[in-house]
């Protein structure tokens, strides 16, 4: 057996760690030993810098994604992983610039545009940003992600309805999408329309009972959602892309799947919900789904 083949088999040892253990030392050892046999290897450089960023290694992580540009300098998900890992070492300026590369290798790299909005936001500007989302919107009418992303921004600056038809547009192309679920839910306990707070919260909680039951049975996380990353706190992880040049499957999805974002999200809607009931005791939808969260834990 080359060195060749070696490499290959300790990159699907690494697979399979990763599946059952996700992010164990076990699987970041055989993807180095991948590498250390196959230095060309991109995928392994993929996998081994996705795993070293969820685990706090910037530094490294960094090192596989440039690597994979050196490899593969015309592929716009290795400059989109390479600006994830900037933007969490807050290299703004550094990220913005990988993005825009990216867009400029695939013109039609939606998740590219959808990270470039976000960080506009984060300079202020907001018109650049609605003008990236649209421009997404354009390129894949069937994302929901950047109609999430909208109404992310509308919501933020008080634009109400705007923000209800975006998270609507949102859920109308991905009727599963639990984020756009939960900022909407949220948004109607906001303006005090309370019953349909509680029917968007129900939703959501079957939505992510589900996806536990589907990790306890699976034993890994899911590492594809609808598409171009749906964190429920923090955008900044849209991007990190493992396999290469294949479908994108996005370092942000496993974050807002693990069962920690899961528990947070349960415990704000049951925050919503204890509210909804000291104004009205008597919604006895709310106060069922609120026994069903309490049982839960």
């Not at 057996?1 to 599946?19: L, P, Q, V």
Request: aromatic share 10%.
């Amino acid at each position: 057996m080359d060195k060749t083949e070696i490499a290959r088999e300790w990159f699907i040892r690494g697979c399979r760690y990763n599946c059952l253990e996700p992010g164990s030392e076990r699987a970041i050892e055989a993807y180095r030993n991948s590498i250390q046999f196959d230095d060309t290897f991109s995928d392994a450089y993929a996998h081994l810098g996705c795993i070293c960023f969820k685990r706090g290694k910037c530094e490294e992580a960094l090192a596989c994604f440039e690597k994979m540009i050196d490899l593969d300098p015309g592929n716009p998900q290795a400059y989109n992983n390479l600006a994830c890992v900037y933007e969490e070492m807050k290299r703004i300026g550094s990220a913005k610039q990988m993005y825009y590369r990216a867009l400029e290798i695939d013109p039609e790299n939606v998740c590219a545009m959808i990270n470039i909005g976000r960080i506009h936001e984060l300079e202020g500007n907001y018109h650049g940003a609605m003008q990236q989302y649209r421009e997404a919107m354009e390129t894949d009418p069937g994302a929901a992600a950047p109609h999430f992303r909208l109404a992310v921004l509308f919501d933020r600056h008080d634009m109400f309805d705007e923000a209800i038809q975006e998270y609507r547009h949102a859920l109308s192309n991905n009727p599963d999408y639990s984020d756009a679920l939960f900022h909407l839910g949220n948004l109607y306990v906001q303006l005090g329309e309370y019953p349909e707070a509680v029917t968007v919260f129900e939703r959501v909680i079957q939505l992510e009972s589900g996806k536990t039951e589907t990790l306890h049975d699976q034993g890994t996380f899911p590492q594809e959602r609808e598409g171009y990353g749906q964190g429920t706190a923090d955008f900044k992880q849209d991007s990190l892309q493992e396999e290469v040049p294949a479908d994108p499957a996005r370092m942000g999805a496993l974050d807002s799947d693990d069962s920690s974002s899961n528990g947070s999200k349960k415990e704000e809607i049951a925050q919503r919900l204890h509210f909804i009931l000291s104004l009205n005791p008597h919604n006895s939808r709310g106060q069922a789904l609120l026994e069903k969260l309490t049982e839960a834990h």
